[in-house]
């Protein structure tokens, strides 16, 4: 395995609240490496967004903190690392993609200019034409039609999907080597997003960064990633590569999330969510915090009472799972069908 | 920096894209429409900013621009006063004391009980007092400016801190401690007039800064600037204060107004600008003594009533252009 650009270790965030002590992130690990996609899938409020904000020092603190973990980066521990020379790292060599365009922007700055900026912010004595050229070229780069035009128009002039277009040129301004993208397309409507996920993905291949792809669109995961974590409730619960998420998943959350998608090849009446709530983050349920949801469980109680650990699963390569009876599901798909014993398994 | 070949070709379209019916055309824009369509049958576009939209809307407020003449006349003669004015505020012409206005050796509005000429009192009077309402509502802007970003950006004990300073000046009973002000300070020198106004002003501004502020605090742009490095103050420059520039233009145009009629209730009282320094509170202050002669009370009177009323038409029509929540323009 080549060397990891970014590696997690035994990241803690946690929020100090009214209520008790909020425990958005519980404790994961992983590596990002060079040049891949990387997606994390989870129900909202399960930690995706968290544990990718934390390491660049974007959640506020107080309420935020952050009692253990490691986020090498390029040699650097960015959790340990002084704001100021934090700051010189994000925009340049980690820049990140936000959800919605519409308020992203800045209403009163020009667009070329909002994109100068982020490399005046920190190349600050590049030369303006110099600036403007790069503006153009990267706004050429993810498709947006007349450049010099567009250059000097204001966001309320923008599209959705031209602005996302825009935010996307933004953050490659530096050319970062990992590029965060917080569910990017859940903002636009469904066709836009396909443009703009494709605008993400040649992108990505042309400037070769490493890239976080945050989002609970399993499509989105199958079409783009190389790698899928799945979180629940602020801890990993599954990862692994895309195909082996997809054809032999070993927990039953990942089980749940994709019985949940309609499908086209059945004649479906109604969806089939996962029953239940996401757990509250202050009072997990003990054991495994999927458990008071979990189809497998049937009340077992090594699943009211220990953690499941994160252990190597059977699907390939860097395939984990945190369930205790991950072998059961070898073979089965989906909650609602029996195990397949001839196939599926491996 | 870091170059990455920027590539001038738009994107190939991957192959494995979901099936769409008619294929997309590369770089994938759906056919020109809108402003693209507009460009590319070879029209000008010209860009139009919320600026380029608040001064069309301005322009067409019929009382913003009565205001905007009349004060351009009004302040205009103020500026002018050397041109405008047919003497200066302190010559004096023995002849004719205690005239009423007439055109006679030019004294159109008369002249006081010593012989100067009332017109050229007037104008400069107007000058002195245009001078003091400005740089106040100039100065307190700044002020107000500075503690509101700082308070409402930072928050915490610093906004705490100074929010307090700001309440106690508040409350603190602003006529007798001008009047304490300027007599312990000495009246008489307009610059320590329009300090000591100055001093009181600011917090207006201060708390509508920070209450904008702490809303710009939360927008995603603001979180999207600081995901791209930009420090503190760049954000605070770039991002956040031309955002609060509407209520500030707004408040500080009214500003001029309230402290020209402060300047002038404060000189009534004697403890503003001291004669023979003309300013229009003097004015109307010197005019006590001669009840009889009307003119000398009139004239700076309606000119403070007149420069207030169109500080206060031009502020209305700025804030209604300003607004951004409101796209319809007055007929």
Same mark, same amino acid.
């Given at each position: 395995?080549?060397?990891?650009?970014?590696?997690?270790?035994?990241?803690?965030?946690?929020?100090?609240?009214?209520?008790?002590?909020?425990?958005?992130?519980?404790?994961?690990?992983?590596?990002?490496?060079?040049?891949?996609?990387?997606?994390?899938?989870?129900?909202?409020?399960?930690?995706?967004?968290?544990?990718?904000?934390?390491?660049?020092?974007? %959640?506020?603190?107080?309420?935020?903190?952050?009692?253990?973990?490691?986020?090498?980066?390029?040699?650097?521990?960015?959790?340990?690392?002084?704001?100021?020379?934090?700051?010189?790292?994000?925009?340049?060599?980690?820049?990140?993609?936000?959800?919605?365009?519409?308020?992203?922007?800045?209403?009163? *700055?020009?667009?070329?200019?909002?994109?100068?900026?982020?490399?005046?912010?920190?190349?600050?004595?590049?030369?303006?034409?110099?600036?403007?050229?790069?503006?153009?070229?990267?706004?050429?780069?993810?498709? %947006?039609?007349?450049?010099?035009?567009?250059?000097?128009?204001?966001?309320?002039?923008?599209?959705?999907?031209?602005?996302?277009?825009?935010?996307?040129?933004?953050?490659?301004?530096?050319?970062?080597?990992?590029?965060?993208?917080?569910?990017?397309?859940?903002?636009?409507?469904?066709?836009?997003?396909?443009?703009?996920?494709?605008?993400?993905?040649?992108?990505?291949?042309?400037?070769?960064?490493?890239?976080?792809?945050?989002?609970?669109?399993?499509?989105?995961?199958?079409?783009?990633?190389?790698?899928?974590?799945?979180?629940?409730?602020?801890?990993?619960?599954?990862?692994?590569?895309?195909?082996?998420?997809?054809?032999?998943?070993?927990?039953?959350?990942?089980?749940?999330?994709?019985?949940?998608?309609?499908?086209?090849?059945?004649?479906?009446?109604?969806?089939?969510?996962?029953?239940?709530?996401?757990?509250?983050?202050?009072?997990?349920?003990?054991?495994?915090?999927?458990?008071?949801?979990?189809?497998?469980?049937?009340?077992?109680?090594?699943?009211?009472?220990?953690?499941?650990?994160?252990?190597?699963?059977?699907?390939?390569?860097?395939?984990?799972?945190?369930?205790?009876?991950?072998?059961?599901?070898?073979?089965?798909?989906?909650?609602?069908?029996?195990?397949?014993?001839?196939?599926?398994?491996? | 920096?870091?170059? %990455?070949?920027?590539?001038?070709?738009?994107?190939?379209?991957?192959?494995?894209?979901?099936?769409?019916?008619?294929?997309?055309?590369?770089?994938?824009?759906?056919?020109?429409?809108?402003?693209?369509?507009?460009?590319?049958?070879?029209?000008?576009?010209?860009?139009?900013?919320?600026?380029?939209?608040?001064?069309?809307?301005?322009?067409?407020?019929?009382?913003?621009?009565?205001?905007?003449?009349?004060?351009?006349?009004?302040?205009?003669?103020?500026?002018?006063?050397?041109?405008?004015?047919?003497?200066?505020?302190?010559?004096?012409?023995?002849?004719?004391?205690?005239?009423?206005?007439?055109?006679?050796?030019?004294?159109?509005?008369?002249?006081?009980?010593?012989?100067?000429?009332?017109?050229?009192?007037?104008?400069?009077?107007?000058?002195?007092?245009?001078?003091?309402?400005?740089?106040?509502?100039?100065?307190?802007?700044?002020?107000?400016?500075?503690?509101?970003?700082?308070?409402?950006?930072?928050?915490?004990?610093?906004?705490?801190?100074?929010?307090?300073?700001?309440?106690?000046?508040?409350?603190?009973?602003? *006529?007798?401690?001008?009047?304490?002000?300027?007599?312990?300070?000495?009246?008489?020198?307009?610059?320590?007039?329009?300090?000591?106004?100055?001093?009181?002003?600011?917090?207006?501004?201060?708390?509508?800064?920070?209450?904008?502020?702490?809303?710009?605090?939360?927008?995603?742009?603001?979180?999207?600037?600081?995901?791209?490095?930009?420090?503190?103050?760049?954000?605070?420059?770039?991002?956040?204060?031309?955002?609060?520039?509407?209520?500030?233009?707004?408040?500080?145009?009214?500003?001029?107004?309230?402290?020209?009629?402060?300047?002038?209730?404060?000189?009534?009282?004697?403890?503003?600008?001291?004669?023979?320094?003309?300013?229009?509170?003097?004015?109307?202050?010197?005019?006590?003594?001669?009840?009889?002669?009307?003119?000398?009370?009139?004239?700076?009177?309606?000119?403070?009533?007149?420069?207030?009323?169109?500080?206060?038409?031009?502020?209305?029509?700025?804030?209604?252009?300003?607004?951004?929540?409101?796209?319809?323009?007055?007929?």
């Amino acid at each position: 395995m080549p060397e990891p650009l970014l590696s997690i270790k035994d990241l803690v965030v946690e929020f100090g609240t009214e209520d008790g002590v909020v425990h958005a992130v519980d404790g994961i690990s992983y590596d990002v490496l060079p040049g891949e996609i990387l997606g994390i899938v989870g129900e909202s409020g399960s930690g995706k967004s968290v544990s990718t904000m934390s390491i660049l020092g974007l %959640i506020p603190q107080p309420p935020g903190r952050i009692p253990s973990g490691v986020a090498m980066f390029k040699g650097q521990d960015l959790l340990k690392m002084k704001k100021r020379q934090l700051r010189s790292f994000r925009g340049d060599e980690v820049a990140m993609v936000f959800q919605d365009p519409m308020t992203s922007l800045n209403p009163v *700055l020009k667009i070329g200019n909002q994109l100068g900026e982020m490399i005046k912010t920190h190349y600050p004595k590049v030369r303006d034409e110099t600036v403007k050229a790069r503006v153009i070229d990267l706004m050429k780069m993810v498709g %947006i039609p007349n450049p010099e035009t567009r250059y000097d128009q204001y966001p309320h002039e923008f599209s959705g999907g031209m602005r996302q277009r825009a935010m996307i040129a933004m953050s490659i301004a530096n050319a970062p080597s990992l590029l965060i993208a917080d569910e990017p397309t859940t903002a636009l409507d469904v066709t836009i997003q396909a443009q703009v996920l494709e605008v993400l993905k040649n992108v990505q291949a042309e400037t070769q960064a490493a890239t976080i792809l945050i989002t609970h669109d399993l499509g989105i995961v199958a079409e783009l990633c190389d790698r899928v974590i799945v979180m629940y409730a602020g801890k990993i619960v599954e990862h692994g590569d895309v195909h082996t998420i997809f054809q032999n998943p070993r927990h039953p959350y990942t089980i749940g999330l994709m019985d949940s998608l309609p499908k086209l090849t059945e004649d479906e009446e109604w969806l089939r969510p996962i029953p239940g709530q996401p757990p509250s983050l202050i009072n997990r349920p003990a054991g495994c915090a999927f458990h008071p949801r979990c189809f497998l469980s049937q009340g077992r109680l090594e699943c009211r009472e220990e953690v499941p650990p994160l252990r190597p699963a059977d699907g390939g390569p860097g395939h984990a799972t945190a369930c205790h009876f991950a072998e059961e599901l070898i073979g089965r798909h989906s909650k609602f069908t029996e195990p397949v014993t001839a196939g599926g398994a491996s | 920096m870091t170059e %990455i070949e920027p590539s001038a070709k738009p994107i190939q379209l991957n192959e494995n894209v979901a099936p769409v019916e008619q294929p997309i055309q590369p770089g994938m824009m759906p056919a020109p429409y809108g402003i693209d369509a507009t460009v590319a049958a070879g029209l000008e576009i010209r860009s139009r900013s919320q600026w380029d939209y608040a001064r069309r809307r301005f322009f067409r407020h019929r009382l913003a621009m009565v205001g905007l003449i009349g004060l351009v006349i009004v302040f205009g003669a103020g500026i002018f006063a050397n041109f405008v004015a047919p003497y200066s505020f302190s010559e004096i012409d023995l002849n004719n004391i205690l005239a009423p206005p007439t055109t006679h050796a030019h004294h159109f509005f008369g002249t006081d009980s010593i012989g100067r000429d009332y017109f050229s009192r007037v104008i400069w009077g107007i000058r002195t007092s245009m001078e003091v309402g400005i740089i106040v509502a100039l100065a307190s802007s700044v002020v107000g400016l500075i503690v509101g970003t700082i308070s409402g950006y930072y928050g915490g004990w610093i906004d705490n801190l100074l929010m307090r300073i700001t309440d106690l000046v508040l409350t603190l009973p602003a *006529l007798a401690i001008l009047l304490t002000a300027a007599a312990l300070l000495g009246a008489g020198n307009q610059w320590r007039t329009t300090f000591i106004l100055a001093a009181f002003f600011w917090t207006g501004i201060a708390r509508i800064v920070r209450g904008i502020f702490l809303s710009l605090r939360e927008k995603e742009y603001v979180e999207a600037a600081k995901a791209s490095g930009a420090g503190d103050l760049r954000i605070m420059f770039r991002h956040m204060i031309p955002n609060t520039m509407g209520p500030i233009i707004v408040n500080g145009t009214l500003a001029v107004g309230v402290a020209i009629v402060t300047e002038a209730a404060l000189s009534f009282l004697g403890f503003g600008i001291k004669p023979p320094t003309p300013s229009l509170g003097v004015l109307v202050s010197e005019a006590q003594t001669n009840p009889q002669q009307w003119w000398l009370t009139i004239f700076p009177g309606l000119t403070i009533v007149l420069i207030v009323l169109f500080v206060n038409f031009v502020g209305d029509g700025l804030r209604d252009a300003l607004d951004p929540q409101q796209r319809r323009v007055r007929a």
